[in-house]
Nanobody, 115 residues
Framework: QVHLVESGGGSVQPGGSLRLSCAASRNIFSFYAMGWYRQAPGKQRELVAAITSAGSTNYRDSVKGRFTISRDNAKNTVYLQMNSLNPEDTAVYYC?????????WGQGTQVTVSS
């Protein structure tokens, strides 16, 4: 079992930046991967970025070059640096811990991009 708490969401103008944090209640190195997902109103939850315990990363195409996922194992925290935000990035962002076949989720943090 693990408790995930996201923070860092908010409202920004197009072109702005935010950094999301996901603090875990225990050692994240034990998970195969940590990820960020998002869900916009009326849409399915989608993977934004993920990072494995080995440090490999993958991103959905629409955020490549703009978002960066990173992890600090000593702090049991995963980050998502989001730059050049646009209105299509508006969603609730969820942290995920992959311990197949079990997946843990945080409560989500709202990101709103509008002028």
């Amino acid at each position: 079992q693990v408790h995930l708490v996201e923070s860092g969401g908010g409202s920004v103008q197009p072109g702005g930046s935010l950094r999301l944090s996901c603090a875990a209640s225990r050692n994240i190195f034990s998970f195969y991967a940590m990820g960020w997902y998002r869900q916009a109103p009326g849409k399915q939850r989608e993977l934004v970025a993920a990072i494995t315990s080995a440090g490999s990363t993958n991103y959905r195409d629409s955020v490549k070059g703009r978002f960066t996922i990173s992890r600090d194992n000593a702090k049991n925290t995963v980050y998502l640096q989001m730059n050049s935000l646009n209105p299509e990035d508006t969603a609730v962002y969820y942290c995920n811990a992959d311990q197949f076949p079990i997946y843990y989720w945080g409560q989500g943090t709202q990101v709103t991009v509008s002028s």
